[in-house]
C-alpha cells in the first residue's frame, strides 16, 4: 500500500506530457533592431509584464538586419505555438514590401498581428556643436553646400528615411541617405560629427537632445510630440504644411491559436498606469489596438504604400 500512495504522489510531482511542458518554455519576443531604441524599449516593458501575468519566463533577443524585416522572418517560420513573438515597425511591415526590387517577403500576409503598442515621434536632429540649429538653416545648408548634406536613418524605406525623402521632395532640399542598423546608432554617428544630420526615433534622439549633444530640429508629423512638446514640427520650422507621419510599432505572431489571449493579455498590460508611465519614458506614445483593429489600419497602410510607390521614383 505504502509503495502504491508513493507512486502517486511521484506521479502527481512530475509534469504532463505535452501541454504542461510547452507552458513552462520561456517567452521569446525578437526585436529586429539594435538595443537602444523604442523598439527594444517597448519590448522589454512587454516582456516583464507578459512574463509576469502568464507566470512564465520571456526573453528579449535583438536581431537587427533588413531594415527591421529580418526578426519577422525569423518569426514567420517560427513554430505556431505562441512561444515566439516579434516587434514590427512600420517600415518593415508596411513600406519595405513595396519597394522595387524587394525581397517579396510581406509581413502582413505571412504573420498575424497580435496588437499596437505605441506610437513613434520621429525628430530630425542635428550635432549640437557644428550642426545646423533649425529647420530653416538646415535647409539653407543642404542646398548651398556641395553634395549636400548626409543625414543617417534606421534603413532605406524605413519611415524615418521616407519622411525625409518627402521633405526633399517639397523643399528642392539636398539631402543624402546614409542607412544605419537602428536610430541609436544613427544618432551616435551625428554626435560623433560623423554626419551632420539623422531622422530617428524620438526614444533614440531625445536622451541626447535633453543632454545638450543634439539639436531637435523638427518632428516630422502635424503635431508636437506630447512627450517633447519643446520640440517645433518640420512644419513650424519653415515648410508649411509638411506632414511625413510618425511611425508605429506592434507585435506579430505566427499563425496559431492563442493570439486573442495575447492580444487581451497585452491590453491590460497597456492599461497599467504603472506601465503607461514607463512607456512615456521611451519619447512614444501609448497606442493599443487589438489584432482586428490593427489588421485592418496593416492592410490600409499597406495599400496605400503600394500604390504610392508606383507614382514615385526609387527613393535614395
Not at 178 to 184: M, Q
Not at 216 to 241: C, F, H, N, Q, S
Given at each position: 500500500?505504502?509503495s502504491?500512495?508513493?507512486?502517486?504522489l511521484l506521479?502527481?510531482?512530475?509534469?504532463?506530457?505535452?501541454?504542461?511542458?510547452?507552458s513552462?518554455?520561456?517567452?521569446?519576443?525578437i526585436v529586429?533592431?539594435p538595443?537602444g531604441g523604442?523598439a527594444?524599449?517597448i519590448?522589454?516593458?512587454?516582456?516583464?509584464?507578459?512574463?509576469e501575468?502568464?507566470?512564465?519566463?520571456a526573453?528579449?533577443?535583438?536581431?537587427?538586419?533588413?531594415?527591421?524585416a529580418?526578426?519577422l522572418?525569423?518569426?514567420s517560420?517560427?513554430p505556431?505555438?505562441?512561444?515566439?513573438?516579434s516587434?514590427?515597425?512600420t517600415?518593415?511591415l508596411?513600406i519595405?514590401p513595396h519597394?522595387?526590387g524587394?525581397?517579396?517577403?510581406?509581413?502582413?500576409?505571412e504573420?498575424?498581428p497580435v496588437a499596437k503598442?505605441i506610437?513613434i515621434?520621429?525628430?530630425l536632429?542635428?550635432n549640437?556643436k557644428?550642426?545646423?540649429k533649425?529647420i530653416?538653416e538646415?535647409?539653407?545648408?543642404?542646398?548651398s553646400?556641395?553634395g549636400g548634406?548626409?543625414?543617417?536613418?534606421?534603413?532605406?524605406n524605413?519611415?524615418?528615411h521616407?519622411?525625409?525623402?518627402?521633405l526633399?521632395k517639397?523643399?528642392?532640399a539636398?539631402?543624402?541617405h546614409?542607412?544605419y542598423?537602428?536610430s541609436?546608432?544613427a544618432a551616435?554617428a551625428v554626435i560623433?560629427?560623423q554626419?551632420?544630420l539623422?531622422?530617428?526615433?524620438?526614444t533614440?534622439?531625445h536622451p541626447?537632445i535633453?543632454?545638450?549633444?543634439?539639436?531637435g530640429?523638427?518632428?516630422?508629423?502635424?503635431?508636437?510630440?506630447?512627450t517633447?512638446?519643446d520640440?517645433p514640427?518640420?512644419?513650424e520650422?519653415?515648410?508649411?504644411?509638411?506632414?511625413?507621419?510618425s511611425g508605429?510599432?506592434?507585435?506579430f505572431?505566427?499563425p496559431?491559436p492563442?493570439?486573442r489571449?495575447l492580444?487581451?493579455?497585452?491590453?491590460?498590460?497597456?492599461?497599467?498606469p504603472d506601465?503607461q508611465?514607463?512607456?512615456a519614458?521611451?519619447?512614444?506614445?501609448?497606442?493599443?489596438?487589438d489584432e482586428?483593429?490593427?489588421?485592418k489600419?496593416l492592410?490600409?497602410?499597406?495599400?496605400k504604400?503600394?500604390?504610392?510607390f508606383?507614382?514615385l521614383?526609387?527613393?535614395n
Amino acid at each position: 500500500m505504502l509503495s502504491r500512495i508513493s507512486l502517486l504522489l511521484l506521479a502527481l510531482t512530475l509534469p504532463g506530457p505535452a501541454l504542461a511542458q510547452g507552458s513552462q518554455k520561456a517567452l521569446q519576443i525578437i526585436v529586429p533592431f539594435p538595443p537602444g531604441g523604442s523598439a527594444d524599449g517597448i519590448a522589454r516593458i512587454v516582456a516583464t509584464e507578459l512574463g509576469e501575468r502568464l507566470n512564465r519566463q520571456a526573453f528579449v533577443e535583438n536581431k537587427p538586419g533588413a531594415g527591421g524585416a529580418l526578426g519577422l522572418q525569423i518569426l514567420s517560420k517560427s513554430p505556431p505555438d505562441g512561444d515566439t513573438l516579434s516587434i514590427g515597425a512600420t517600415g518593415a511591415l508596411v513600406i519595405n514590401p513595396h519597394v522595387p526590387g524587394s525581397s517579396g517577403f510581406d509581413p502582413v500576409r505571412e504573420t498575424l498581428p497580435v496588437a499596437k503598442l505605441i506610437d513613434i515621434p520621429i525628430v530630425l536632429v542635428s550635432n549640437s556643436k557644428a550642426g545646423p540649429k533649425t529647420i530653416k538653416e538646415m535647409l539653407d545648408r543642404a542646398k548651398s553646400t556641395a553634395g549636400g548634406l548626409s543625414f543617417g536613418t534606421t534603413g532605406a524605406n524605413s519611415s524615418q528615411h521616407l519622411a525625409i525623402e518627402l521633405l526633399k521632395k517639397t523643399t528642392g532640399a539636398n539631402l543624402v541617405h546614409v542607412p544605419y542598423r537602428g536610430s541609436a546608432p544613427a544618432a551616435i554617428a551625428v554626435i560623433g560629427d560623423q554626419i551632420p544630420l539623422a531622422s530617428v526615433d524620438l526614444t533614440s534622439g531625445h536622451p541626447h537632445i535633453k543632454a545638450g549633444t543634439l539639436i531637435g530640429l523638427g518632428v516630422t508629423a502635424v503635431k508636437r510630440a506630447k512627450t517633447a512638446p519643446d520640440i517645433p514640427t518640420i512644419a513650424e520650422g519653415g515648410v508649411p504644411g509638411f506632414d511625413g507621419s510618425s511611425g508605429y510599432i506592434g507585435i506579430f505572431a505566427p499563425p496559431g491559436p492563442r493570439i486573442r489571449e495575447l492580444s487581451s493579455a497585452i491590453a491590460a498590460i497597456v492599461a497599467k498606469p504603472d506601465v503607461q508611465a514607463r512607456i512615456a519614458l521611451l519619447s512614444v506614445e501609448p497606442a493599443y489596438e487589438d489584432e482586428t483593429t490593427f489588421g485592418k489600419l496593416l492592410a490600409a497602410d499597406s495599400a496605400k504604400w503600394k500604390e504610392l510607390f508606383k507614382t514615385l521614383p526609387a527613393a535614395n
